[in-house]
């Protein structure tokens, strides 16, 4: 059976109708508005003008971990030089510290980064922490995300690596 739309002379109405209650001028002014703002929006992005940079605080102390994942679901933390265990992540627990370094291994296996290459945890002057990924360039402002998930690092940044 085959189904198609007839225009017939009983839907004239209901289509005129339609157009009646949609009045053109202010509908056009809108769509207008929300061209212009995405022109200014994208003109923004792309040339950095209007942008207001605020200079990273002087780096108190700098750490590097690596953070591996282990066959029970657990994440540990090791101090990069030493290899000593800092921290051991248990299973289904800390989702922003799991959310966080889940986003920074997709973008290394996205640009054929490998694991050797440790994160770097920067503990600066005004108390804000940036984790950086050296293989990839990315930059994580724990403080963006809050005191509480801000903590969740700050507690590994303080953290002293398990003697072996």
Known sequence: MEHAIADSPADAPAREH????????????????VICTVVAVAAVRITGVGVVHQPDAAAVEVREF???DRPDG??????????GL???VAPGTNGFLRGTMRGLARERKRMGVGP???FRMIGRADGRLTLEDPGTGRRVDL????PT?????AQIMV???AVQ
């Open 66 to 68: 690596r953070f591996e």
């Open 143 to 146: 403080a963006s995300f809050g």
């Open 18 to 33: 339609l157009h009646e209650n949609l009045p053109r001028t202010p509908l056009m002014a809108l769509c207008a508005l």
């Open 86 to 88: 800092v921290e051991t």
């Open 74 to 83: 657990s994440i540990v933390v090791l101090d990069a030089a030493s290899r």
């Open 149 to 153: 998930n801000a903590a969740v690092f």
């Open 159 to 161: 953290a002293k690596p």
């Open 116 to 118: 050797e290459i440790p």
